[in-house]
């Protein structure tokens, strides 16, 4: 078990979760892959990055990313940032010869996404994009069942993200509501896990028809704080414009002939993190909500007539990551497990030398199918979604 | 209390419903706007005929429906054939004045749906088309909250119809499974009720996009029986052609600016019933899912922070249709209730002199929903829409 | 198909629900083993009896409940009044050689309850009391798991019946509050269904321990109505005292060595018939909740490791009695249809000539159970239960 | 914030639980009340004690338990051994003067834990017993609602914990079974949280009557391994006795003259960590179940009669302890939360100089509690449960 050293920069939300899982991920998973150890953080300014590195256990701190990058004995930089800034990071840390993992989405469009996937490429490095949601244990568990054929050909999928912290028209106008920041709106934000777990779990997307809706056009500005969510209200103050989408709505056709809706918004009263999926086959169904994570449903056609139904298996050791996790079924897991279970597979793979999903080629091509969706939205019309090369080489 | 006197034509599951509507209605509505008397029913033979008359308690039985048309003393026509009888069965009632309830989908098709609805405007009777699902009171409650603004502006619509019966590749090829009888599949079948729920709860289409699929192309031709529902299992025997869909998925933009998406398929394993919607408003959200039909989910912005969820409303007397069910919430409603509140209300603007919805209008301007599903799949492009004029001036 | 004539006493909520079951057990099941034709109807007075007769479709109507007793062509007595005068009117109607269905509780203690099983016993006849709720189509499928030995050994039973319709202290001073004419509360209005179903599916009670609380003291006096069951609101007037309970908990231990509880209540805000129970067995559990009543969970010990857990397994054609029910699960069924299947059991019983569950042995059984709690909240302490000797015999 | 040092006593399931707390608590709640630094851990050999700092992230580890009693640079001594060394390092801890926390139930007997309270409160210390299912912040929520009053005046209590880990007869003969070592079964191990949540939320017992049960009388020997929680399968080996209960169920009455019921067993197959209570006010209900724990079930009768129901609370942000956990409802806890707030909790008291809930003389109270269940299934018979002065005194 070797030590490596962590470069994380940010200390906001998506910080506090990365720290998190560096912290725990040998307690939960023993023997560790590796040890990570908490090395430098990075904030805006000294006095932001002294106090992140206090609370959040870290060795050293700094206002300048850069110097992570030029850090020699940092092995991994970790990219917590808001979306605008992930490319230039990503890419000198590549060229320095780092392991990355980035928080998702990859960056605002395909094209950035690109030339962060052709740096990392080049580099020869583990990288990592964290769409966290695919290793919900239930979520593995599904993948499971899927390639076991236990439910048979996928036939369709419908997926949701629904939220409501942006319901509130008077919620401040973080970046998350700017395009130049975010690139998009619900799209970038939510949806893109729904997109990374249809492809984990049905494959590759051939063409996509979609809606894009802005509900509330002008929000407040806001005046202090990185990342309000929605628990700040705005007041009676200047409004600024709303150039993302609040809402998206797509179908997919699958390159393997199954098809798909998915459906995100963060306007959706009374629903919070409602990432759900629902998966027909030729041979059973699967249900998946993660505001009840632990859980997944699942129906298989073989059982007989008067005993079928959905079967709610409670994830727990003799599940995926089971072994990792807690000893008792139902002690249950939080959003921090699925970061502790991520940043086990990217140590992994770093100390394996081998590599992992989702990397930046599954990060570039969820860009791919943005860009699609954004099209087929502006146009009205059915838009097809190029493949990247590698990933259509692998059969995906 | 007038007694009116019903010709029933057909006796099989919807034939089975209806009988039992007439019957219970004046036990649970009472007084009652009218008596409904079971007269005369219709069935293919002679003994087939005088087997429903007794099972279902109708005075006379007949295996020529058109001497239910003929005769005098008969006010109301009920139809619940197969579809492709729907048209000619109406028309000749609707010229002989009798009032009519006509099961779903109206027709195969828009154009035969029009003479329908010309016939019965014509004619001044008393119409209805039997999407019947809308009268479920959690349906109707809904209806009363959107109507009293309690989520705000619908801001979007998202509807299923998920069955399992015909998931099977060896149920039978019922006159379900083919285009000149049923006109469609599942779109006809199962997904105009959430259709009807859609404009009943939002408003008219402007626009669809759509997918159809067939999942199972061929079935083991069905030796007997009228309508297997999938209960019967084919064998080794010779299979026919299924023309029709067995899923349709599509996205829809309505009149008022709200967007959504309806989903239906008869191959969803686990899924019995699954007739569900969920509606996002500026003040609030909306869920129900007819497999737990007593109950509405329903979520206000208003409610405090912290008390703040969804909640669960079981109806009961205190809801929709509750003074004439059962005098305690949770006594619990099935199908039945559903088809004796439609013919509470359809018997009541008979009594009255009025008119009720969905009419045939409805039913006309749902197939032509249906027309430009079908249009927009071959077209892989969006459709609009018509609208019937006699709605479109309703300001629906 | 033999026709049936039945006298109907009673033309409040049961009298509507009995009478549905008549109209409709023949459309339900078909063939039906007889047909029950709806001969005369008693009520207070002749303008009750008169309005009963045509809204419940009546031939007749009286309001001398023993000219049905006293009618020859009667064959069947349908006992749907208050509890006070079951007695009277069973005892007569066994010695007038009618078969006898008798809404529950049988009556109001085992002292009353043990002479109108007397009477049913020399008499001869086909006698059954209203414990409907076992009919629902998932507590009969629980039943059967547990014969087929599909979840081993019971282990323990734990049920419930939650209301809230006499949770408001103003709802009024009904009969049912009163022990002169109910006997009891909770216990016997609503526990004594709760403990049927423990003794169709576990067994006999060998002992009881028990609480019984009155949670508001007096209620306001109701003034007309029969059984306003909570729906009306009292006001300022006058209050009477409430000498029954309004909650009973007891824990029970089984003859066949299985432990249970058991907690009635009329005050439990939110829930409406939440008549529940979870069973463990040494190879499994069931649960059933009465407001999801088409549902039965189950979990098997048999699944695999990675893939077991509940299964909500939606009842319908593939369950029991789904032949006669709707032709697609969850299609769904109320609390009519437990009474239509009730009405079915019991007229198969006549017209075989043989017998049926839960009878007056069953009701007298659980009368005898109901003086047990009663007799052990009274003394703090342990009660044993007797147990009918036919019952004791048939070794259930 | 001041560094506090921690010497923690045991590495197995509750010291990652603990370890895990001590480096994320700061993360969570910033700024923190103090900085827990992870000093010591102490294991049964060096080697294990080695392993075990290593995965834990602590910075010294010992076999001997009395060197972190013995060493002044130690603040906290964490108990986290099985049941039948508590009382010893406890009472060893305080006469140190170290502020403690130690796991559940505080001991094996009543008298055993007097014997740590007494120490305890000689000592003056901080000390705390390790309920940590009260601070789910769903729980702590049922708290605030019922300290508003939202619910009024309890009535009832019915509270489960149901899991299945030893259902199988073949998980093997753990300490968990053994009662020299852990003094009794399901009743110390799982129901003791819930009398802490049902005196949590109700307060005091008066009385109990209880049933104890020995479901599987022998089970295979045990080789190697701490406390295999039924993940390990015994085979044909040697068996041993079992001498504590699989499942306990009691009838409770409250002080202040709620009643309540409480069940737990470790035999319920399909049940996993099914922590659920249930009550009901004269105002309102309430509903938990840890299996679904981000959730809390409330309704208030207060609201309307056509949108009344169970509200699904969703905890986050708005909620107790939601400024410490996760910006967006439903990211959702896991177990691990539950810790980490405990420790808040824990060190905040330290901090302040004040005292914490759940402390020894909650943990000696529920030891009270349980030595009264025995003696009530021993005697079959109602029991007195004495209140510690302290508490009474309290007026709890």
């Given amino acids: ?71 020699p004995s940092i092995d991994v930089v970790d990219i917590a940032t808001p979306n605008h800034l992930h490319a230039e990071i990503a890419i000198a840390a590549a060229r320095a010869g780092k392991h990355i993992i980035c928080e998702k989405p990859l960056a605002r469009t395909g094209e950035e996404s690109k030339a962060m996937y052709d740096a990392v490429k080049d580099a020869g490095i583990v990288h990592m994009v964290a769409f966290n949601y695919r290793r919900t244990p239930a979520v593995a568990l599904a993948k499971k069942y899927i390639e076991e054929g236990a439910i048979g050909r996928v036939l369709n999928f419908r997926g949701t993200y629904l939220q409501d912290w942006s319901a509130d028209p ?70 600024g414009e709303v150039d993302v989408d609040d809402e998206v709505m797509t179908m997919v056709r699958f390159a393997n002939g199954a098809v798909g809706s998915i459906e995100a918004t963060r306007n959706a009263y009374g629903r919070n993190n409602f990432i759900t999926f629902e998966i027909h086959g030729t041979e059973g169904s699967i249900f998946f909500n ?94 097809d979604v190029p493949v990247v090369a590698e990933l259509a080489a692998a059969g995906k």
Same sequence: chains 1, 2, 3, 4.
């Fill in 290 to 383: 993660y505001e009840r994570r632990d859980e997944l449903q699942v129906c298989f056609a073989s059982d007989g007539n008067d005993r079928r139904g959905f079967r709610t298996v409670y994830t727990g050791p003799a599940h995926p990551y089971g072994e990792g996790l807690w000893p008792i079924p139902a002690l249950g897991i939080g959003y921090g497990e699925t970061k502790i279970i991520e940043a086990h597979d990217f140590f992994k793979a770093i100390a394996e030398g081998g590599s992992v999903s989702p990397n930046f080629a599954d990060g570039y091509q969820t860009a791919l199918i943005d860009d699609a969706i954004v099209a087929s939205a502006e146009k009205n019309a059915w838009v």
């Fill in 170 to 239: 008077n919620s401040p106008l973080s970046w998350r509501f700017q395009k130049k920041v975010a690139g998009s709106g619900a799209l970038g934000d939510i949806a893109t896990h729904v997109i990374d777990m249809a492809r984990y779990l049905v494959g590759e997307f051939a063409s996509v028809n979609s809606i894009l809706s802005t509900f509330i056009p002008e929000r407040p500005l806001q005046t202090g704080g990185a990342d309000a969510l929605g628990n700040v209200r705005g007041g009676e103050g200047p409004r």
């Fill in 1 to 71: 078990m070797k030590n490596l050293n962590v470069g994380l920069i940010g200390g906001g939300f998506m910080g506090k979760a990365h720290s998190l899982a560096y912290s725990a991920m040998p307690m939960f998973f023993w023997p560790a892959p590796a040890i990570p150890v908490r090395h430098t953080i990075a904030e805006a300014n000294e006095n932001l990055a002294a106090e992140a590195a206090r609370r959040f256990g870290f060795e050293n701190s700094t206002s300048d990313w850069r110097s992570i990058i030029d850090d």
